[in-house]
């Protein structure tokens, strides 16, 4: 068994990591991290764990940690991250972390939109997490740089499109919605039951959401040049999942089947990529708890645009469940391991 650590085991991200560890057959969860809880059993802060782990919350030093895992899921808000991955990757661990801190791979783009960056020497050695993408890179990684939620479903839904070059990269729209729980778990008024309960709001508008550059530095990738998108984000009444809907026009006369073959081409092979028959589109219900990104599309004929819809569930694909994906891939395990799980419905 593969000794793992969740630094900062409180939160969402947290707590969906512990779950699926749990059956983890190549993981035993050696240490959960947390200032607030330290010294209270994981399962006493999140009820759904009983039985499942009798690990305590702890408020431990990196010297500390080190000597009780050689894996690390680092679950923490950006800057905080910056200060530990550096201490963990010295003592020769490997880490996954869930925060921005390595994301963006310029450094300027970084301090920006976030804060200085007080360790870039790792921003280059640091691989992007999405393994739909990056998988061989991933597997000789020691520093993980875990997508967000809203980029990881926007990416894979419009990645076999860029790549092939089908769309005109200066039109790209992209409508997205998320659930609550993508605000985390700190208290905020903005997050209260009623004040999202029987709503629907638009937030973030403008360009101004942090995951924007990040969407639009693996759609350049993906594109061979630089991409530029409007993105609005919009807060959901539910718990958990993200529905992304892309907008581009087509650079060619393009049949349905022409694109599903390039989808099929790119996805056929991916343990968590489905693509959904055709006539019928994603949702969240039908992905929530899994690690899955359902995919589907259809072409406007009146005005030469396509519509891909992408549906995750924030906090497995789009945060935890990719990261034990990624984790899985860095030692060398079957990549699906711990995460077949059929969604739950409804």
């Known amino acids: 068994m593969l000794r793992v650590a969740i630094i900062g085991a409180s939160g969402y991200t947290g707590v969906e990591l512990a779950r699926i560890l749990c059956n983890h057959p190549e993981f035993e969860l050696t240490a959960a991290t947390s200032r607030q809880y330290a010294g209270k059993p994981l399962s006493e802060v999140f009820p759904n ?13 990196v010297d500390e940690l080190c000597k009780r895992a050689d894996l690390f899921f680092a ?68 520093l993980i740089a875990n997508p967000g939620c809203y980029p990881t479903s926007i990416v894979l839904g419009i990645a076999p ?10 039109t790209i729209i992209v409508d997205a919605k998320s659930g609550t729980t993508g605000a985390g778990r700190a208290a905020s008024v903005s997050s209260l039951f ?56 087509l650079t060619s006369n393009l049949s349905t089947e022409d694109v ?19 006539g019928t589109f994603p ?11 359902d995919i589907g599309f259809a072409i406007d004929k009146r005005t030469d645009r396509i519509i891909i819809i992408s549906a995750i569930d924030n906090i497995v694909k789009g945060a935890a469940g990719q990261a034990i994906h990624n984790m899985n891939l860095m030692c060398g395990i079957d ?9 739950f419905f409804p």
């Open 75 to 142: 679950a923490v808000p950006h800057k905080t991250a910056m200060d530990l991955v550096p201490q963990l990757l010295r003592e020769g661990k490997k880490v996954v972390d869930l925060s921005a801190d390595y994301r963006l791979r310029d450094v300027a783009t970084y301090e920006e939109w976030y804060q200085e960056h007080s360790s870039p020497e790792f921003i280059k050695e640091a691989v992007y997490g999405l393994p739909e993408l990056y998988r061989e890179q991933i597997k000789q990684a020691r």
């Open 335 to 343: 990549e699906s391991t711990g995460l077949e799980g059929a969604p």
């Open 194 to 249: 009623c004040e999202v309960h029987d709503g629907f709001k638009a937030y973030k508008v403008g360009g101004t959401h942090r995951h924007l550059p990040e969407i639009e530095q693996e759609l350049s990738v993906l594109n061979k040049n630089s991409v530029t998108i409007s993105f609005t984000p919009h807060l959901l009444p539910i718990a958990r999942g993200i529905l992304s809907t892309t907008y581009a026009d």
């Open 161 to 170: 499109l860029l790549k092939e070059g089908i769309i005109d990269p200066a």
């Open 260 to 278: 599903q073959k390039l989808y099929t081409n790119m996805y056929d092979a991916e343990p968590f990529v489905r693509l959904v028959p055709e």
């Open 283 to 293: 949702a969240t219900q039908h992905v929530r708890g899994s690690n899955f990104c």
């Open 49 to 61: 764990l009983l039985g499942k782990t009798d690990i305590l919350c702890e408020n431990l030093s």
